[in-house]
């Protein structure tokens, strides 16, 4: 089988993670926190007290063992959603939701283009729970388009609440990246579109820009513990996320069409344009 995530557990031992910011310098065995990449310290008993006093996140390694596999559970349930798995979706949904599925299968779109919309979805980490409100949504655009790419994105309206609702303040606020928005113009050239995907092209000092300034506006929020979020137009919104999924996998790239009404703005970071 593909090994898709690894990692290494010290027995009797505590992971402590710097989130607060403290000038205290633990003893122990560095290491990197698997899900958000974070450094971290392999701490003893002892340290431990010292690490909490200091104001450390501290988690015990049964914890994090567990946490690394629910998250890469999560992460690459996509992978393994198949033909047979959708039918047997579609075929539950078909008893409540007859005019639905008879609409939308075949005469709209194949099991493979269904397939490819939740897999888009789920390589997200969004939950397809609302498979009515998702295939409802589909079933609108599949005249116009039999993009799964464009469809998916489509279906994230539908979902927007449930994207964002992780990234809420208590204030109802997104804390997130935001771009200049001739920025998000120069990128948009690079799109380009077939009948089955959308693929985002970038130069290469425009990719190595917008790499660096990533790099810089996220470190703060992985700190601080928080998911980092970059807020960008539906258009280019998959296709940075792809781009950047090798480099930052940890980010959330959402849309602000997908922002819920009442939903404010808080922008940590504005992405400038070139010079």
């Keep these: 089988g593909q090994v898709i995530s690894q990692g290494e557990v010290m027995p009797g031992h505590w992971m402590a993670m710097n989130t607060a910011n403290s000038s205290v310098v633990l003893k122990g065995v560095p290491t990197t926190e698997p899900v958000f990449k974070l450094p971290a310290t392999w701490v003893d008993e002892v340290e431990r007290r010292?690490?909490?006093?200091?104001?450390?996140?501290?988690?015990?390694s049964s914890s994090v063992m567990v946490t690394h596999l629910s998250e890469s559970i999560r992460r690459h349930s996509y992978q393994i959603l198949t033909r047979q798995d959708v039918q047997v979706l579609l075929d539950n949904l078909k008893d409540d939701h007859p005019a639905l599925i008879n609409e939308l299968i075949p005469n709209m779109l194949n099991i493979g283009q269904i397939q490819r919309i939740l897999q888009n979805l789920l390589a997200e980490v969004i939950p397809i729970r609302n498979l009515v409100g998702i295939l409802e949504r589909v079933a609108d655009h599949a005249a116009a388009t039999k993009n799964p790419d464009e469809l998916s994105e489509q279906a994230r309206r539908v979902l927007g609440p449930e994207i964002v609702r992780p990234f809420l303040t208590d204030e109802?606020?997104?804390?997130?990246?935001?771009?200049?928005?001739?920025?998000?113009?120069?990128?948009?050239?690079?799109?380009?579109?077939?009948?089955?995907?959308?693929v985002l092209f970038m130069e290469p000092k425009l990719a190595q820009h917008m790499t660096h300034h990533l790099a810089t506006a996220v470190q703060p929020m992985i700190g601080a513990g928080q998911q980092p979020v970059v807020l960008c137009s539906t258009q280019v919104r998959l296709g940075l996320r792809r781009f950047f999924a090798s480099n930052f996998p940890e980010i959330a790239f959402v849309a602000y069409e997908e922002l819920p009404p009442k939903v404010a703005i808080q922008s940590t970071t504005a992405i400038p344009g070139m010079p």
Excluded: F, R
């Design 50 to 60: 010292n690490a909490e006093m200091a104001g450390y996140t501290v988690v015990d």
């Design 172 to 198: 109802n606020e997104v804390q997130a990246v935001t771009m200049e928005p001739w920025l998000e113009e120069e990128i948009a050239k690079g799109l380009q579109k077939s009948a089955t995907e959308s």
